[in-house]
């Protein structure tokens, strides 16, 4: 810390994107990009980081940084390099690996399905083994930080934030297998990041396109949603993510989150007593359009955050610091207390001794066989059968069975159709997305010709056309077997469908784990929420609910589970 100037530990305090699949890159729309953002003299990382010291860069997919694992470890040493050679401080890199909906990680990495995947398996060992296997992928395309795991309680079924990135709606559960989630990545040099302080799993907007608000009392938020992060903060988690969520009963000001006194140094830093990061969420977020950026920027600091994620106008956020240091309107003193925080972490991860990866690393660790079949084993544990009323399932494999796939998803109906194909059934897809109701006619006459039709949903509770597609095939007296991939709660929005499996997630191991159990795989996942009438006034399959294909019509929430013991939401 002696030896950097201000400019460089303010520069560590923001997390910053950058264009490009190398640190040197001259690709014209990748500068061109760069130029746009930062200035006219940045086209790449490397100038990047020469102007304006950023301790963190995050990686995205379209910023063209995650093309192939080779590549994204070329543009991590060659960042490292950069830094290095700039003011001797390694880089943090990071991205939002939370596998499932989430992924970022390019092929061939193994994906983890995702939190509510990995709930359904009922096993905090799985949370820890899929969060190691990501850790050791991340670390070989020198990937330092990952902004996961969620740790939010989901106990709101109409939540966009969060749904199947969370592990569950139960306190315990989600304490649980965030803990284990926590010490799986930094076991393997990752540091994990606890979010979304605190807490969005009663809101039902996400910050980063509306304004979320929570309504819960101060005692049901202390009671609920505060634990798993406490049990994060025990599991030596390196940093903690706040959202700009508003929360009035922790801070009546109905200031955001992540730019609250009270929230982030009253609750985080004195009660929680957590002396780790704490990194924003995006702070271009849409929750935050209608504050001057300055505004945002010294809030953030002045909050106790240590770092700045993705500012709207990233070089006038920095000078927005600079000039609030040099005018004493923010103290150096407190800009060196979250400097030291970040590089102690910097520190403690290894990057002062090394920060580069290995083109040997990468081939001996991303996407292997061992990790593939890690995230298998998760997925398939995963799947959850809550109704087999009319014995459909499972599909004679190898049998020729004409079989429908349509429903929701672009690439998850082909995906699942191949699949299908490959264990010797005729399957046919048919997408439909969200159907007006010619092509849901047109898709009942399909299903007419087939000996059996799988429909995909996913948050079917917020799209009406989903539903009567649904509808419509269980009307047509056809045989269907209803597939949610997103949250499980679709069922509530056609409580008829004789047959009804959860895969909790639309990705290819997902997918795998469901074209499996659907010809013939033993389902042995269960819900790790409770499902609900859409007025919330019945519970129609409760927290633990799952059955085998021999254990009758209809699934029942077995006694004596590991995470049992809290009501009923």
């Known amino acids: 810390m002696a030896d950097l100037t201000l400019a460089e530990k303010v520069g560590q305090m923001f997390v910053l994107q950058v264009n490009g699949d190398t640190a040197t890159t001259t690709n014209p729309t990748d500068v061109a990009a760069n130029q746009a953002l930062y200035g006219s003299d940045v086209r790449n990382g490397a100038e990047l980081l020469a102007k304006f010291h950023p301790g963190g860069i995050i990686y995205f997919n379209a910023t063209n940084n995650l093309g192939h694992p080779q590549q994204v470890a070329l543009l991590s040493n060659g960042l490292q390099k950069a830094a290095l050679a700039d003011h001797g401080v390694p880089v943090q890199i990071s991205t939002d690996q939370e596998g499932g909906s989430v992924s970022r990680i390019p092929p061939p990495s193994a994906v983890s399905p995702g939190n509510m995947a990995i709930g359904a398996t009922f096993d905090r060992d799985v949370s820890y083994s899929t969060a190691a296997s990501t850790g050791r992928q991340l670390r070989a395309m020198g990937i330092n930080m990952d902004h996961a795991p969620v740790v939010d309680v989901n106990t709101n079924p109409r939540n966009t934030a969060d749904g199947t990135r969370a592990f569950s709606d139960r306190t315990e559960t989600v304490s649980a297998f965030g803990a284990a989630a926590v010490r799986g990545y930094q076991h393997n040099g990752v540091a994990a990041t606890a979010k979304h302080f605190p807490g969005l799993g009663s809101a039902e907007a996400n910050p980063d396109t509306g304004v979320a608000v929570v309504t819960e009392t101060r005692e049901e938020i202390l009671r609920t949603d505060i634990p798993p992060f406490r049990a994060a903060i025990d599991a030596g988690v390196k940093s903690i993510m706040p959202t700009a969520v508003i929360v009035p009963a922790l801070d009546p000001t109905r200031t955001p989150a992540v730019l609250s006194k009270p929230i982030i140094t009253g609750l985080l830093r004195d009660t929680l007593h957590y002396d780790g990061v704490i990194v924003t969420d995006a702070l271009r977020a849409d929750a935050l359009k209608d504050i001057p950026q300055d505004q945002v920027i010294l809030g953030a600091i002045n909050a106790g955050n240590d770092e700045l994620l993705l500012p709207a106008d990233p070089p006038a956020a920095i000078a927005t610091v600079l000039d609030a240091v040099r005018e004493g309107t923010i103290s150096r003193h407190r800009i060196d207390q979250s400097v030291y925080r970040i590089l102690r972490m910097k520190a403690e991860l290894g990057l ?20 593939q079949q890690i995230m298998a084993d998760a997925a398939h544990r995963s799947i959850t059968l809550l109704r087999n009323q009319a014995g459909v399932l499972p599909l004679p494999a190898n049998s020729g069975q004409h079989v429908l796939v349509t429903g929701w998803g672009f690439n998850s109906v082909p995906s699942l159709a191949d699949k299908l194909s490959a264990k010797g059934l005729v399957a046919t897809p048919m997408w439909t997305g969200s159907p007006d ?33 649904v509808k419509a095939l269980l009307a047509a007296k056809v045989k269907v077997v209803t597939v949610a991939v997103g949250g499980p709660y679709d069922i509530a929005y056609f409580p008829s469908a004789p047959t009804y499996l959860a895969a909790y997630g639309y990705r290819d191991v997902s997918l795998a784990a469901l074209a499996n159990t659907l010809v013939g795989t033993e389902p042995i996942g269960r819900l790790p929420v409770t499902i609900r009438t859409p007025d919330g006034t019945q519970v129609l399959y409760r927290y633990g609910s799952g059955m085998g294909f021999g254990d009758g019509a209809q699934a029942t929430a077995p006694g004596g589970s590991a995470f049992a013991g809290q009501p009923e939401r």
């Open 352 to 371: 002062f001794d090394d920060p580069f990866t290995t083109s040997e690393a990468v081939d001996s660790t991303v996407g292997t066989p061992r990790e």
């Open 437 to 469: 109701q010619q092509t849901i006619q047109q898709v009942v006459a399909a299903a007419g010709a087939s000996d059996v039709t799988v429909v995909l949903t996913n948050n079917a509770w917020g799209d009406v056309t989903q539903q009567n597609l």
